[in-house]
């Protein structure tokens, strides 16, 4: 299991594009700001692709088996997905309740 609770500590943890905002914003300040990671740690890829593509992914992987109670690594991807899947619906949903139908 990940120990990622100290890193977001004090942090709103939310689920979706903002939760994946902030957990890429506090992955810059721990490893961009500080240069613990280079260009050299993260070849082919930039820094910042790295963190976009790899370990925001994984963070938030680490934070929902967490939050589960210690969770295997595929019950934490198939959340996400499920997650995923139910906010595109929601939203799509709230977006089509938005539109202006005497137009």
């Not at 609770?5 to 300040?29: D, M, N, P």
């Not at 925001?56 to 690594?73: A, F, K, M």
Request: aromatic residues 6%; hydrophobic residues 35%; proline residues 2%.
């Amino acid at each position: 299991m990940c120990s990622m609770t100290s890193l977001f500590e004090g942090k709103i943890r939310e689920c979706g594009f903002k939760g994946a905002a902030i957990v890429l914003r506090v992955l810059q300040e721990e490893l961009l700001n500080t240069g613990s990671i280079t260009i050299e740690d993260t070849r082919p890829s930039t820094p910042i692709l790295f963190i976009q593509i790899v370990l925001v992914s994984g963070c938030i992987l680490c934070l929902i088996q967490e939050d589960r109670g210690g969770i295997t690594y595929a019950e934490a991807k198939t959340i996400l997905h499920e997650s995923d899947d139910f906010g595109k619906n929601y939203y799509m949903e709230e977006d089509d309740s938005n539109t202006d139908e005497s137009a």
